[in-house]
């Protein structure tokens, strides 16, 4: 796709000073920009860029007066930044604004399909699945039996989507994501092994989700796995049976979550947090990166650690730790004298 830095400054309700009918088809740093490359200057210390980049076009903010010449052509608007980030959305809209059915593809004659949807080839739903109006399933997706998923909804390639599961509305399953396989339940026998535990639940999905790449969601023992309205996922994390994440909570990268665990709304989870099963977090709390998690949260609770405590008791604490070795000599030298 190439646009002019006319149409450019249309959208943005900017001014072109320079050539407005100059064109550009990909984004790009200022450092590194290149001909036919649209990109923006906000941060003051990336100001020297200017006037070396080879960007076609640059964003700036009205106030912006270079101080020597320039090739590029600018677009003067209030917010460099957030210009920027509004074509960013708006270029991501027109990329992803696809329709219709690509073959090969297999739909079920008793699935329900929406309006303006589109199928990507090598897709496959199943039997009595329900798609709403614009949703989106790109090549190689897997719908299961019984699916629901609701309107502007996206599901990128290569996503499995496993029976009964409900996804609301304007939410973006990534690719490698998998929603509703088993839960890990298994049962010691006499024989020293396993029996696996039937899974009989669902995954519930509410409206605004967005799952990262490689993410897994498993389906409930009984009832539901629930992921409520607004949550953020990032790439790689495991969300166990009968979990629920709580309204505009987001969880970084790496992090697991074990069965049954509730946790609450607005909280904030780094990457390769571990949680154990069957306990409750309270809403707004705080977890840092690496941390641990074996007991019940209140509400509010900033942690650190691993078995997880008062971020500013564990900092108080790592000053100590840090210096162990030290103190240990000296403990070593004391009791020799």
Do not use: W
């Amino acid at each position: 796709m190439k646009f002019t830095a006319a149409q450019i400054a249309g959208i943005l309700e900017g001014d072109v000073v320079g050539n407005p009918e100059i064109e550009v088809s990909k984004l790009s740093k200022i450092e590194e920009g290149t001909e036919g490359a649209l990109t923006f200057l906000a941060n003051p210390k990336y100001k020297s860029h200017i006037y070396s980049t080879k960007a076609s076009i640059t964003i700036v903010n009205r106030s912006f007066e270079p101080e020597h010449s320039i090739q590029t052509t600018l677009i003067k608007v209030d917010d460099a930044y957030k210009a920027f980030s509004k074509l960013l959305e708006y270029y991501n809209a027109v990329k992803l604004n696809k329709q219709g059915i690509e073959q090969p593809s297999y739909i079920s004659d008793s699935a329900t399909l929406g309006n303006d949807i589109y199928i990507g080839a090598f897709a496959y739903i199943g039997d009595n699945v329900k798609l709403a109006d614009q949703v989106k399933i790109f090549p190689g997706a897997y719908i299961g039996d019984n699916v629901t998923i609701g309107k502007n909804t996206i599901i990128f390639a290569g996503a499995k989507i496993y029976s009964e599961s409900v996804i609301g509305e304007n939410c973006v399953i990534n690719s490698g994501c998998v929603i509703g396989a088993d839960g890990f339940g298994f049962a010691p026998n006499a024989d020293g092994e396993y029996d696996k535990v039937p899974q009989i639940g669902n995954v519930i999905i509410e409206d605004f989700v967005d799952v990262g790449a490689g993410t897994t969601i498993d389906r409930a023992t009984l009832g539901s796995t629930i992921i409520r309205q607004g949550v953020k996922l990032d790439n790689q994390i495991q969300i166990a049976h009968n979990v629920e994440v709580g309204k505009n909570t987001v969880i970084a990268a790496q992090t697991g979550v074990a069965g049954s665990t509730k946790i609450g709304e607005h909280c904030q989870i780094g990457g390769q947090v571990g949680i154990v099963g069957h306990i409750t977090i309270g809403n707004h709390v705080k977890i840092q990166a690496q941390s641990g998690i074996i007991r019940n949260i209140k509400d509010n609770e900033v942690l650190q650690g691993s078995p997880a405590f008062n971020l500013v008791d564990f900092n108080k604490s790592y000053v100590h730790f840090k210096n162990l070795p030290k103190l240990v000599k000296e403990i070593n030298e004391i009791d020799k004298k």
